[in-house]
DNA sequence: TCTCGATGTTCCATTATTCGGAACTTAATT
DNA sequence: AATTAAGTTCCGAATAATGGAACATCGAGA
């Protein structure tokens, strides 16, 4: 209910939901452990979860595809895929296969272009990418992920997953873990609770004990580190921003492969990204500080 | 009152959708011809109205702006803004404003990462870039509306949504008119009759007239012009493009500065525009071709 | 060609959700 | 403190969504 609540972002588990309203038990699913209290915002809630299945899909699906994954009456699923159609929000392409709508990329590219977050922390972002010559990435939580808002690459391009506008887990990526640590005690373990790890490398974090350990370390310490939990030869130091009433509880980074920046290098970045970090939260305060 | 007048995608008396476009049982004499039944669809429609006006606005909205712009109760207003905030669709902050909701991001991020379309027509626009030196678009028709899925340009890494994804005219801009020029005169007809026209420049044409004129000339030489139409100063000269079955009508252009680009540049530009657009369709053919 | 099965679409009585007026809280202003 | 504006909650009535089944459509194999 607070800020932890749509399973939309969260990498696996969406799906649940669905089989979950469709038998019996209603209304009286409090506080589930497994599958994370999906409040369905009736009609609203059950059309997202198609265009979460459609746009998470690796290929554009079928409608049978699409009738497998949710297990609903062909009538009632061909009703919501059209009413989404119509909309704009999915497209039907010749074959019957249905894909992400291109109407979603203007509602993100007026999304992205008046966040205010992202406008004041850009300078900053430029600033730390030149200092440092790598690649400088700004994100913030959203229920248990970390959706980057800004990215400021160098001049040599490295493969890496990560892009803005992506959803990526909390507990296995410097902003993640960065933005994990100012959390409050008790959401944190509400949203600890909900997470399911996958194992991306060798490095990345399997339980909550271990992450809560470090998340500790973190918020003393006041930097996090990536050190290939994600992704295998990508190393980072990141540091948590968050604005004065708390809308943005997130972090910036600086990233880049192992092989270039060593544990050490990344050590002495943290003090420069922390003091980013501080430049930018002392932009918000100027810029929204009077009104709150 | 209409409330779905937004200048988004959907067009008010023919919406150019699926239903139109479909194989061959077209000639079902538009059954919304003269009845401007705006098929709101159902919940979901009055919800993306929603979502339009606060993406739309250049500031967040308080609810009693958006009360005011859709004269709706008060109560059914608040619940279906609950219902979006709760799905991540909008965010409200602290000072109970409304803004797009980052959630948007993420779906726009695999929207565009996964687009065939775009996939394989980036190479060829990289390719005409260095050609010409000048910023490159691909664009699509979505009802009245040119979205950008993609945009290269000189030294300068792709700020993703600083172009990408927005929402332009189809009667002032290059890929819009090369885009027209693709259309059924029926369809064309219809489309036009629901453009209002708005002066961006003092060439912007201001008619139904004076554009379908051009628009017929378009078709005849297969490339268009934009002759600062959309913005002063901003000159292109653009190519049709399509998909087989039709579900991408659009164009590809380059674009630049007046002072840099002569119109007879443009001109001599025409054909490896046309070039590239030739190859982007053949890449289609191949890509897709088989199972249609 | 015909039939069969798989796939996709439409229909309609039933059911659940949304609607919208009004009462009820706050928060800001005089 | 009194008053107005702003936002929230409630509940019967109106409306839209549901889901089962009948109706199409298409491909492949007999």
New interface residues.
């Given amino acids: 209910m607070e800020l932890s609540?749509?399973a939309?972002?969260s990498v696996k588990g969406a799906r649940l939901s669905k089989a979950d309203q469709c038998n019996g038990t209603e209304t009286m699913t409090s506080t589930d452990s497994m599958a994370q209290t999906t409040?369905e915002?009736?009609?609203?809630?059950k059309?997202?979860v198609l265009?979460d299945l459609v746009?998470?899909a690796?290929?554009p699906l079928r409608f049978t595809d699409i009738l497998a994954l949710t297990s609903q009456p062909r009538g009632t699923l061909h009703r919501q895929l059209?009413?989404?159609?119509?909309?704009?929000?999915l497209?039907?392409?010749?074959?019957g296969r249905y894909?992400?709508?291109?109407?979603?990329?203007?509602?993100?590219?007026?999304?992205?272009?008046?966040?205010e977050f992202r406008l004041i922390a850009e300078p900053h972002l430029v600033e730390l990418q030149q200092a440092t010559g790598e690649t400088v990435h700004l994100g913030?939580l959203?229920?248990q992920?970390i959706?980057y808002?800004d990215?400021v690459?160098g001049r040599q391009p490295v493969r890496m997953y990560s892009?803005?506008?992506?959803?990526s887990p909390c507990y296995c990526t410097g902003v993640g873990k960065a933005a994990l640590s100012l959390l409050p005690s008790e959401n944190l373990v509400d949203l600890l609770a909900g997470l399911s790890f996958t194992s991306f490398t060798a490095s990345t974090h399997a339980s909550a004990e271990t992450l809560t350990a470090e998340i500790r370390e973190i918020a003393e310490q006041g930097y996090a580190f990536d050190r290939e939990e994600h992704e295998a030869g990508i190393r980072c130091v990141a540091a948590p921003v968050w604005s004065e009433?708390r809308?943005f509880i997130g972090g910036i980074s600086v990233t880049g492969p192992a092989y270039r920046l060593s544990m050490e290098l990344l050590r002495q970045w943290a003090v420069p990204v922390q003091l980013a970090a501080a430049r930018i939260m002392e932009g918000m305060r100027i810029r929204l500080g009077p009104?709150?």
């Fill in positions: 609540d749509y939309g972002l409040r915002t009736g009609t609203l809630g059309l997202m265009l746009t998470h690796d290929t059209s009413h989404l159609v119509e909309e704009g929000l497209e039907l392409d010749g074959d894909a992400p709508g291109l109407r979603l990329l203007d509602f993100a590219a007026r999304s992205w272009a008046r966040n913030v959203r229920g992920s959706i808002l990215k690459e892009q803005i506008g992506n959803a009433d809308t009104r709150r």
